[in-house]
């Protein structure tokens, strides 16, 4: 099941067709370019970390941690997003084969 932030269920009953949602790729490159974005914060805090002086380094873990964080979540964005263009996708494809 896909999950819709927007509907009161929080659920979609079935994955939309590309006609009915033309921005779905729109969303799958906005998430992924997200997600690459979250996954750079991520490697510069841990650098950070691991450069940080002794005094300063539970500081710079817990950004660590928060970055990783984000990440996590960009990351999930990006499979949802994901799972609800190829579902489209792959309900398009089928329409066109079965016709």
Do not use: Q
């Amino acid at each position: 099941m896909i999950w819709d932030p927007v509907s009161p269920s929080g659920a979609l009953d079935s994955a939309p067709h590309l006609e009915e949602s033309p921005f779905l790729m729109d969303d799958f490159l906005e998430s992924y370019l997200s997600w690459r974005e979250e996954a750079a914060n991520a490697r510069g805090a841990y650098a950070d970390w691991r450069a940080a002086p002794e005094r300063d380094a539970p500081w710079a873990f817990a950004e660590y941690r928060w970055a990783l964080d984000r990440e996590e979540h960009a990351a999930r964005l990006l499979r949802e997003s994901s799972e609800r263009l190829a579902t489209a996708t792959a309900k398009k494809a089928h329409e066109r084969t079965s016709c």
